[in-house]
């Protein structure tokens, strides 16, 4: 009778449905099913234990099933924060991602930027690097599309212009996404999954299946899945992200998650100055300069007095 320990793999967790954790060894092609370990899910439960994107240690029983040992430690996360009776419950969009990727349309639709802005506060908010993807650059014309889209990348996020049907722009979003864990957001209509298609075929077919499963209302769904990339990397569909309300944000760390304004609030007049009418307000200063833009400012006063 065999009596030695079962040996512990690690492996990434790449779909999650139903208390079922599929993860994916490396060099495998076919993931394990598994669950939590009983001890894992002892005591009061205050978020998600495991996610998807997770590295876990886990055995292998006897039936090809696993079992999870350990969460290993994670170096990022997009957290969603569910208000509950018994308190605060952690749940986890996705773990480990290494960057944020925002698909707008420069027209057809409209591009939303103060919902753009939104995404970018949370994303600073999370410390997840954010892309910006300005698709359907072949409507507008690059110049007018930079036009829109050209002053984020003076604020630390990089733009790529883009068109799936010109196929603009998707060898540089291939190589962004390459080697990498992205989480893919954007309003619908904006060619989210023609894009995906044309990096990879059938990648848009199965991130927009997802995509439109949770848009019925079921953000709070707990069917997620990560898509393999050709040459390595991962995307992770993120239609949660709208649902990432800022309301466990104090208004007075908004100008926190504005890289344009965080430096200014130092120089201002009076340390708890709100940068709406005080005087000596240096962000004030900066908005009627031209040194911080009209409309990202208005963004700003919005989401600190909790308007979408």
Same mark, same amino acid.
């Given at each position: 009778?065999?009596?030695?320990?079962?040996?512990?793999?690690?492996?990434?967790?790449?779909?999650?449905?139903?208390?079922? %954790?599929? $993860?994916?060894? !490396?060099? #495998?092609?076919? /993931?394990?099913?598994?669950?939590?370990?009983?001890?894992?899910?002892? =005591?009061?439960?205050?978020?998600?234990?495991?996610?998807?994107?997770?590295?876990?240690?886990?055995?292998?029983?006897?039936?090809?099933?696993?079992?999870?040992?350990?969460?290993?430690?994670?170096?990022?996360?997009?957290?969603?924060?569910?208000?509950?009776?018994?308190?605060?419950?952690?749940?986890?969009?996705?773990?480990?991602?290494?960057?944020?990727?925002?698909?707008?349309?420069?027209?057809?639709?409209?591009?939303?930027?103060?919902?753009?802005?939104? %995404?970018? $506060?949370?994303? !600073?908010? #999370?410390?997840? /690097?954010?892309?910006?993807?300005?698709?359907?650059?072949?409507?507008? =014309?690059?110049?007018?599309?930079?036009?829109?889209?050209?002053?984020?990348?003076?604020?630390?996020?990089?733009?790529?212009?883009?068109?799936?049907?010109?196929?603009?722009?998707?060898?540089?979003?291939?190589?962004?996404?390459?080697?990498?864990?992205?989480?893919?957001?954007?309003?619908?209509?904006?060619?989210?999954?023609?894009?995906?298609?044309?990096?990879?075929?059938?990648?848009?077919?199965?991130?927009?299946?997802?995509?439109?499963?949770?848009?019925?209302?079921?953000?709070?769904?707990?069917?997620?899945?990560?898509?393999?990339?050709?040459?390595?990397?991962?995307?992770?569909?993120?239609?949660?992200?709208?649902?990432?309300?800022?309301?466990?944000?104090?208004?007075?760390?908004?100008?926190?998650?504005?890289?344009?304004?965080?430096?200014?609030?130092?120089?201002?007049?009076?340390?708890?100055?709100?940068?709406?009418?005080?005087?000596?307000?240096?962000?004030?200063?900066?908005?009627?300069?031209?040194?911080?833009?009209?409309?990202?400012?208005?963004?700003?006063?919005?989401?600190?007095?909790?308007?979408?």
């Amino acid at each position: 009778m065999d009596m030695s320990t079962p040996e512990l793999s690690t492996g990434l967790i790449i779909r999650a449905q139903s208390g079922f %954790f599929f $993860v994916l060894m !490396e060099g #495998q092609t076919q /993931p394990v099913t598994c669950q939590l370990r009983g001890r894992l899910k002892q =005591g009061r439960r205050e978020g998600d234990l495991a996610a998807v994107g997770d590295l876990v240690s886990f055995t292998q029983l006897t039936d090809g099933s696993g079992s999870i040992e350990e969460i290993l430690p994670r170096k990022s996360e997009i957290v969603r924060l569910d208000p509950r009776p018994q308190g605060e419950y952690r749940q986890i969009l996705l773990a480990n991602p290494d960057q944020a990727v925002f698909v707008f349309a420069c027209a057809n639709p409209e591009p939303r930027l103060r919902m753009l802005d939104r %995404f970018l $506060v949370i994303a !600073e908010k #999370q410390n997840v /690097p954010a892309v910006i993807v300005a698709n359907k650059v072949d409507i507008v =014309g690059l110049a007018a599309a930079k036009e829109k889209f050209g002053f984020y990348p003076d604020l630390g996020y990089p733009v790529i212009y883009t068109s799936a049907k010109e196929n603009i722009g998707v060898d540089e979003l291939k190589e962004t996404l390459q080697g990498k864990l992205s989480a893919l957001a954007g309003p619908s209509g904006v060619g989210k999954s023609s894009l995906m298609n044309t990096i990879q075929p059938g990648l848009g077919i199965a991130v927009g299946e997802i995509s439109s499963y949770n848009d019925k209302g079921k953000h709070t769904t707990n069917f997620r899945q990560l898509h393999p990339l050709e040459g390595g990397g991962w995307v992770a569909d993120a239609p949660g992200w709208k649902s990432l309300a800022l309301w466990d944000t104090e208004p007075e760390e908004m100008d926190a998650y504005f890289p344009e304004l965080a430096p200014l609030v130092e120089d201002c007049q009076f340390s708890d100055c709100g940068h709406t009418h005080e005087p000596g307000c240096a962000v004030l200063a900066a908005v009627k300069s031209g040194q911080v833009r009209r409309e990202r400012y208005d963004s700003y006063l919005r989401l600190k007095a909790g308007q979408e």
